[in-house]
């Protein structure tokens, strides 16, 4: 598997979805998916990383990412976390279990059944090239695009894909890890892009630097401004032209669902 692979859709043929940071609550994912009306024939989900950790679904969501053909996922840091724990055990493993990253559903299960879960992983991605109508070029990758390191897309995908060894390490690390551009409110924009599409550091609703969005909505947080939130691409949507999307919350006493949130372009949102 290439570090970069590349999706080719023509919108007649389907919707396209992205979701990000489900850590796990395969629940929210699928009502979400029923509520906007997600046709498993027809569309494709793409995974921008961290399906495991911190929901009790964790593997169910592993599960459901690699066998639907119609979802297409990426490595997140939580993938490596489980991958670090399970193959070099010791430390990594005890961080991995800690409350903060929230691997301790492994519990349940084999661990043969968590290492074939790892050997999936190892064939992820790390980032998808979406083209829409050979008109709209969009990045997704899960935590940062490298900013500092001053490539553009074109660049970064040749590096990615054909070099080798610490540069690729190093980048890889970057795209699964970093939180500084957010934190530092850096906008600057990804050249040879229309958007760059992230997760990993949790907004009360999608955030836009530059020409970058970042979709986590911290949906294993049970609270009223948070919950987990599902793009799709629409010409003209409310997000930078591009998409329109939807957040499902969880009641915090309850854990039960509150209605999906609808952000469209034609429904002339409250922002
Ligand atoms: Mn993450």
Redesign the pocket.
């Known amino acids: 598997m290439q570090n970069v692979v590349n999706i080719n859709r023509e919108s007649k043929d389907g919707d396209t979805y992205v979701v990000t940071?489900i850590h796990g609550d395969l629940d929210a994912l699928t009502y979400l998916l029923r509520e906007v009306g997600f046709d498993e024939k027809r569309d494709i989900l793409i995974v921008v990383?961290?399906m495991i950790d911190r929901g009790d679904r964790s593997y169910d969501t592993a599960q459901y990412c690699r066998i639907n053909p119609f979802v297409f996922p990426l490595e997140?840091?939580?993938e490596g976390l489980m991958r670090r724990a399970l193959l070099r055990g010791g430390e990594s493993y005890h961080v991995w279990l800690d409350e903060q990253n929230g691997g301790n559903w492994s519990q349940d299960y084999h661990n043969s059944v968590l290492l074939d879960v790892v050997s999936w992983f190892d064939s992820l991605p790390i980032a998808i090239e979406l083209n829409i109508d050979a008109k709209y070029k969009i990045a997704l990758m899960?935590?940062s695009y490298p900013l500092d390191y001053n490539l553009s897309w074109e660049q970064l995908k040749d590096v990615l894909n054909k070099g080798e060894g610490a540069i690729v390490r190093r980048l890889k690390d970057h795209i699964?890890?970093e939180r500084r551009y957010e934190r530092n409110d850096d906008n600057r924009s990804v050249s040879g892009l229309d958007a760059v599409v992230h997760?990993?550091?949790i907004q009360k609703e999608p955030r836009i630097l530059g020409n970058r969005i970042y979709a986590?909505t911290g949906g294993f947080i049970n609270s009223d401004d948070h919950g987990l939130t599902l793009l799709r691409f629409v010409e003209g949507g409310t997000l930078m032209g591009l998409f329109d999307y939807y957040t499902i919350k969880r009641c915090p006493w309850t854990k039960g669902f509150f209605d999906v949130e609808w952000f469209e372009s034609k429904k002339a949102p409250s922002s």
């Open positions: 940071d990383g961290d997140g840091n939580h899960h935590a699964l890890w997760g990993h550091t986590d």
